[in-house]
């Protein structure tokens, strides 16, 4: 077996799975603010609040899913996952109000954060260990992918075929996710011992602490990051320029596909911090060049700007975490960085959802750039500076005869 193959039959089935599953949350995560304020007559904060619920539910099993793959096989909990969450999908069909639409987003994202986490750590553990920074960079190119493509299919088809349409193919999104999942054989042998599985469940069986400097960064990220999911399409109707929004995700995309190749290498070859300060910058100005965005134009090049500093950040903060942890707790580590991740993601989208309820989107997102800016100091205290003591106390030190 050739131990250097990154593109092996597996690899590209648990990619495309994962790109089905980030799909079926991308097409409903940006559809679904419309979906309450329009369909069920919401307001902007109910819009916010059906994402915080869904992420809460992430947040509390989502720590849970590493110790679950230890107990019982990653096969067995990607499997069980993806299918729960094939089932949740479905009960979007059936929604009838809102108290019922915070139901089934609470179980649905439950289901997410184990099968994005399961998923995860199956491809992470197929990826040669000398190429992981470009593997796992090629892997979330395909959640980056669905990123994209999602919100411009939600967007479109909500507009033309209505909110039952959207729901239905977000089933077919998550059955096909379930039958390339189900499907992946090779599974990576990073198991713990049997006797340490069994033993009593402590906090440490739930986190990967060489994992949290990195995750506390992808918070402060995910914070302003939900803004933009959660809001730009009504920010686009408020501008009278909502036939451009699904645009927006296409420009936004390709910014994040075009570099994805050249990012990984260099991550493997020259470093995270080369990556990460200007990716900050760039996200940062992105965001206010979409909170000045009152034409399609400087809408659709906001797009760009940020999907460029966005697209290769979160690669870079993801392979960070996973190489801070002992191979045989990856699985943690990931389950960690996404943990932090989603909490940031669910508290800010209830809070710049009133933010914007009381002062407006445009305020909104430049405090959204400010707060990504801010990250470049989280980022340098907890990993670079830490990192750099770490490295010159590792140092050896010669003394002459």
């Not at 069994?198 to 994992?211: F, G, H, P, Q, V």
């Not at 995750?215 to 402060?220: D, E, H, I, L, T």
């Not at 296409?250 to 290498?265: A, D, E």
């Amino acid at each position: 077996m050739n131990t250097n193959k990154l593109w092996s039959a597996d690899f590209i089935k648990i990619c495309l799975s994962s790109f089905f599953l980030f799909f079926s949350f991308y097409t409903l995560a940006t559809a679904l603010s419309v979906y309450v304020t329009n369909g069920l007559g919401g307001s902007d904060t109910q819009a916010g609040l059906s994402m915080t619920v869904f992420v809460i539910a992430s947040v509390l099993l989502r720590p849970f899913a590493g110790q679950l793959m230890s107990r019982y096989g990653e096969r067995k909990i990607v499997v069980i996952s993806l299918l729960l969450f094939l089932l949740f999908s479905i009960a979007y069909l059936g929604v009838f109000g809102y108290a019922m639409l915070l139901l089934v987003r609470f179980f649905h994202g439950g289901t997410f954060a184990i099968a994005t986490t399961s998923t995860n750590t199956t491809a992470i553990g197929i990826i040669p260990e000398h190429r992981k920074g470009e593997g796992i960079s090629y892997f979330s190119l395909f959640m980056s992918l669905a990123m994209v493509i999602g919100p411009f299919v939600g967007l479109t088809i909500t507009t033309h075929g209505g909110y039952t349409a959207m729901f239905a193919l977000c089933a077919v999104c998550s059955l096909i996710a379930f039958i390339l999942g189900a499907s992946t054989k090779r599974l990576p042998a990073t198991k713990q011992p049997l006797a340490q599985a069994k033993s009593k469940l402590n906090w440490r069986d739930l986190i990967e602490k060489k994992a949290v400097p990195i995750a506390f960064s992808g918070f402060v990220v995910a914070f302003a990051y939900s803004g933009l999911v959660t809001f730009m399409s009504v920010f686009a109707h408020e501008q009278a320029i909502d036939q451009y929004a699904s645009y927006f995700f296409v420009c936004f995309g390709i910014m994040i596909v075009l570099p994805r190749p050249i990012v990984g290498k260099l991550l493997d070859r020259v470093g995270e911090h080369v990556i990460v300060y200007p990716s900050i910058a760039i996200f940062a100005i992105g965001m206010l060049l979409l909170s000045q965005a009152h034409s399609p134009a400087l809408l659709l090049i906001s797009g760009a700007v940020i999907g460029l500093g966005y697209g290769a950040l979160l690669p870079c903060f993801q392979t960070i975490a996973v190489l801070a942890a002992p191979p045989h707790r990856r699985g943690l580590a990931t389950a960690t960085f996404y943990l932090l991740f989603d909490l940031g993601y669910g508290i800010g989208s209830y809070t710049l959802g009133s933010l914007a309820s009381g002062y407006g989107y445009s305020v909104m997102y430049v405090l959204c750039a400010i707060i990504i800016a801010f990250s470049s100091v989280i980022y340098f205290v907890l990993h670079h500076k830490r990192k750099k003591i770490t490295a010159a106390a590792e140092e050896p030190v010669y003394v002459s005869p």
